[in-house]
């Protein structure tokens, strides 16, 4: 695994946990800006995972890339994108495997409640230590409204709790994302930056 701090973010791998609402559409959005996405979820089969992938992309692209002259001369430019796009989207069947993909940023995308994402950022940090990740080649980042962070990230093991970070999405407005800090020590580390380099559009940073 590469050191997230001297990382390219042109083209990741990145590690999602959750596929409803939120997971579905980062999803999306990390893939057509080609980055590769492993997706974990405790309550949805990994091959029902990538046939609701396949359905939203194939949705998609028919809807905003699609015309009538190509169906005329028998060509489907969006089934081909959408068969590109799935090259890089794959779903796994538990956490540890989700965890041993080599991926430096891993997004925490459960519900909006405190006991599943304190439990969820429990456990990965738990597996990140069972496997000597060292602290500082993955980043985790919590995507909540307005959950407190350091509440999320209570029972990490510590030595990740560094590099733990809220993360918003506004996904009416194009790549806007906010990023929310523990406390002014995290900022230093620049990965809010890096994160806003990997999304490739607008966003700010706030601290608790």
Request: net charge negative; aromatic share 8%.
């Amino acid at each position: 695994m590469r050191l997230l701090r001297d990382s390219s973010m042109e083209s990741s791998k990145i590690a999602i946990i959750g596929f409803g609402y939120m997971g579905q559409r980062l999803s999306s959005m990390l893939l057509k800006k080609g980055h590769t996405i492993f997706v974990y979820d405790s309550n949805i089969d990994a091959n029902q995972i990538q046939a609701i992938m396949e359905e939203q992309l194939a949705c998609l692209y028919s809807q905003h890339m699609c015309s009538s002259i190509f169906h005329l001369f028998m060509h489907n430019p969006c089934k081909e994108r959408t068969k590109t796009l799935l090259q890089r989207f794959n779903a796994v069947g538990n956490l540890t495997e989700l965890l041993s993909q080599g991926c430096s940023i891993v997004i925490e995308a459960t519900t909006e409640d405190i006991k599943c994402k304190r439990a969820v950022v429990q456990e990965l940090t738990s597996i990140w230590q069972q496997q000597g990740v060292p602290a500082g080649d993955v980043l985790l980042c919590s995507t909540t409204e307005d959950l407190p962070v350091s509440l999320i990230i209570a029972d990490a093991t510590e030595e990740y709790k560094p590099y733990c970070m809220g993360f918003h999405v506004f996904l009416d407005k194009p790549c806007y994302t906010t990023v929310t800090y523990q406390n002014n020590e995290q900022a230093k580390f620049g990965y809010a930056e890096r994160l806003f380099s990997l999304l490739k559009g607008p966003a700010q940073i706030r601290v608790e």
